[in-house]
């Protein structure tokens, strides 16, 4: 038997909700009177069941009891409460339709459109040793309904069924949730139904009752979903538990080292956060986890206000460029591309303090208001440099607490910890127009300069070769078409995304400026003229290294033999799209 069909002319369009009336109906207190406050200084009108009505009433909150809704009394032990249709045709209402909006009015029936319910404890009762009387009178019934009935109305209707959501959603209590956003609580809800239903049904069937069968699987999946609509203003320090992406267990993850295992991770991924919007302000956005991911997704905010689409994109690509290398290393982002990367200089009293000034040092004008990346632990040392520059986020594997407590001190600057063993994922993905993409990260796994074929001029000393290789390293997290300047294990000069390598070549050796003279030099990919090698030459760099293949290879290695500079083939490229 199929459901009523609609012709979509008669959907009004409808995305973000305001909260005007919300059902709170929780067997799990925590949090609920709080959020209760939020709901009800935004002047949300609160329905409640129970004991949680009487809790909200005692806080002193005004509170509309169910029974007064319904006009019926809870009955047979509590039993029967909310499986009334003054509940579930509020509930199930769709506003889109004009009809379903004026029957509304014709019964006389207000509709919700925020709906909190957590249900009672089967797994726990299980757990405890309960007569099997007791656990039965814990299979919720009403509990599921209203929860389905919710998020099968997502379209009008937010469903909330983790208290770790309540603060997130106390932020938006003025505003309510977009479409996207509700969809993505709408999706939890149905798992978390779904497993509750498996709890039960294993121990109906005499098996052992796996507290992890009933858990929400998307832990706090929606969990920050509700950051989108409110103000980009957030409290000095999150707690973990709201800025922090759920961690499935890494034995249930695919295997992402595959295009196959990393598509089956993207069917599983949930929603950490709803953004405020996307790369502009017109386009809406998430960020979702895959299972088992520990990368930028589930670093921990220790501060600040919540990441934006951008600072998501520059915070990975910053990490990206600063994890190439084992040493202590800083990358500073700007647009997805290095304004400097740099590795500590020898014998550094403070190895990333290092590491992040002579990053800075290859484009402070660019540097401000950028991304800031490092492999290693932020000292005090860094923190002191990192204070005096305006700088959206900065992401490392931890904080010294000194370092935390003076960064601290800067209202708009956003700090992320890495999750313990970060790492990407062994496959990536793009999203092409019909369907995706999907490759082998670019990695330096076997990474050789011993590989590499000298092509032009002499054997260079030790450290001009030390130079090549970072240069090589670095050029990779530039966009293409890249050209890099380095000099000392630092980028001097950085030239990206240009249609042409003569204007990256350009670009790289003006943003240097005298810094190009003695410098070493990579490019992504080969010089398809020598027109832009000359560029190089004519700034002063001494050694090229570039991964060759041109019909014109020739002529690009007669400019290098007659200017006397040692170039290199790598015979792979580092093309960054």
């Given amino acids: ?47 409640s069941t129970g004991s949680t009505a009487r809790m ?52 006389g029936i207000a509709p919700f459109e925020l709906v ?19 656990v039965v009178e814990q299979i919720d019934i009403g509990g599921p309904a209203m929860v389905r009935a919710s998020a099968k109305n997502h379209a009008n209707v937010a469903i909330v069924t983790d208290p770790r959501i309540y603060p997130l959603i106390a932020k938006a209590a003025a505003t309510g949730l977009s479409l996207m956003q509700r969809r993505a609580l709408a ?79 993207v069917g599983r991924a949930t929603l950490v956060a709803g953004l405020r919007y996307g790369e502009n302000s017109h386009q809406q956005a998430g960020i979702f986890a895959l299972p088992g991911g520990r990368g930028i997704t589930q670093a921990e905010l220790l501060h600040g206000k919540p990441m934006s689409f951008n600072n998501y994109v520059d915070a990975d690509a910053a990490l990206r460029a600063a994890f190439d290398f084992t040493e202590p290393a800083a990358a500073i982002i700007k647009h997805a591309n290095p304004c400097g990367i740099a590795i500590a200089a020898p014998r550094a009293d403070d190895p990333i303090a290092s590491a992040h000034e002579r990053a800075h040092a290859c484009d402070p004008v660019s540097a401000f208001g950028g991304v800031i990346a490092a492999n290693r632990p932020v000292t005090r040392a860094m923190a002191e440099t990192v204070k005096d520059i305006f700088t959206e986020v900065v992401v490392a594997p931890d904080f010294e607490p000194e370092a935390l407590e003076l960064l601290t001190q800067k209202k708009n600057i956003r700090l992320l910890r890495l999750p313990e063993g970060y790492a990407r994922e062994g496959s990536e993905l793009r999203q092409v127009s019909g369907g995706v993409l999907v490759q082998q990260p670019d990695t330096f796994e076997g990474f050789s300069s011993h590989t590499w ?12 070769l030390t130079d090549l290789e970072f240069a090589w390293r670095a050029v990779r997290s530039v966009k293409s078409n890249a050209i890099l300047l380095a000099s000392g294990g630092a980028s001097v000069g950085v030239g990206m995304g240009q249609v042409n390598r003569v204007d990256s070549c350009r670009l790289a050796v003006t943003r240097a400026g005298e810094r190009a003279a003695g410098s070493v030099a ?7 003229f020598a027109d832009g090698l000359q560029i190089l030459l004519d700034a002063g760099v001494t050694a090229v290294v570039q991964p060759g293949g041109s019909v014109r290879d020739e002529e690009v290695i007669a400019a290098a033999n007659a200017a006397g500079i040692t170039m290199y083939f790598t015979g792979e490229r580092h093309f960054a799209h």
Avoid at 57 to 82: H, P, S
Avoid at 453 to 459: D, F, K, N, Y
Wanted: aromatic share 6%.
């Fill in 522 to 528: 990579a490019s992504d990919a080969f010089f398809p």
């Fill in 1 to 47: 038997m199929s459901g009523p069909q609609h012709d979509p002319s008669l959907y009004r369009e409808r995305d973000a909700v305001p909260f005007r009336r919300a059902l709170l109906s929780v067997s799990d207190k925590t949090g609920i009177v709080e959020l209760g406050c939020a709901l009800a200084d935004a002047g949300v009108e609160l329905v």
């Fill in 187 to 265: 999706r939890d809800a149905f798992a978390h139904t779904a497993a509750y239903d498996r709890a039960v049904a294993r121990w109906f069937a005499g098996e052992p009752v796996d507290e992890a069968a009933a858990a929400q699987p998307a832990a706090a999946a929606a969990g920050d979903a509700a950051a989108a609509p409110v103000e980009e203003a957030a409290p000095a320090a999150a707690s973990p538990a709201a800025t922090r992406a759920p961690e499935p267990a890494e034995a249930s993850a695919p295997d992402t080292s595959s295009a196959t295992g990393l598509l089956q991770a």
């Fill in 116 to 134: 909190v319910v957590n249900l009672y404890p089967f797994v726990e009762t299980v757990r405890s040793g309960a007569a099997d009387a007791d």
């Fill in 453 to 464: 074929r000298r092509v032009s001029g002499p054997h260079v000393p030790d450290a001009v």
């Fill in 56 to 107: 909200l009433a005692d806080a002193g909150l005004a509170v509309t009891e169910v029974a007064e809704v319904t006009g019926f009394q809870e009955a047979l032990d509590g039993r029967v409460k909310t499986l009334h249709p003054a509940i579930h045709a509020g509930l199930l209402a769709d506003l889109r339709l004009e009809h379903h909006e004026a029957q509304l009015a014709e019964l």
